[in-house]
């Protein structure tokens, strides 16, 4: 059955680099698209970011455009999300997520980042 199992959460200072990663198995990682997610405390489910099956394009939420970059490598069976210029509202759990914006088919745990001074 399908795994995600997302690491690389912590506590960071505003202005902060994390780096997330998700091992996947259970299905043929490098045919799906994959995103990222988060749900701030009190907050509903949040796209963060897709990146297509082959790497070939990638989204950004506006809220995270040209601070966080989301990548891929098809050979580990790994997704990442670099983040940088952390601020206090990127506080939340993050999800490893199978599927596209639209389309959520699974998910991880989720890796908790909190951004504080």
């Known amino acids: 059955q399908v795994q995600l199992v997302e690491s690389g959460g912590g506590l960071a200072q505003p202005g902060g680099s994390l780096r997330l990663s998700c091992a996947a198995s259970?299905?043929?990682?490098?045919?799906?698209?994959m995103t990222w997610a988060r749900q701030a405390p009190g907050k509903g489910l949040e796209w963060v970011s897709t990146i297509y099956f082959d790497g070939s394009d990638t989204y950004y939420a506006d809220s995270v455009k040209g601070r966080f970059t989301i990548a891929r490598d098809n050979a580990k069976n790994t997704l990442y999300l670099q983040m940088n210029s952390l601020k206090t509202e990127d506080t939340a759990l993050y999800y490893c997520?199978?599927?596209?914006?639209?389309?959520?088919?699974?998910w991880g745990q989720g890796t908790q980042v909190t951004v504080s001074s």
């Open positions: 259970g299905f043929t990682f490098s045919r799906d698209d």
């Open positions: 997520v199978l599927g596209g914006r639209m389309s959520f088919r699974s």
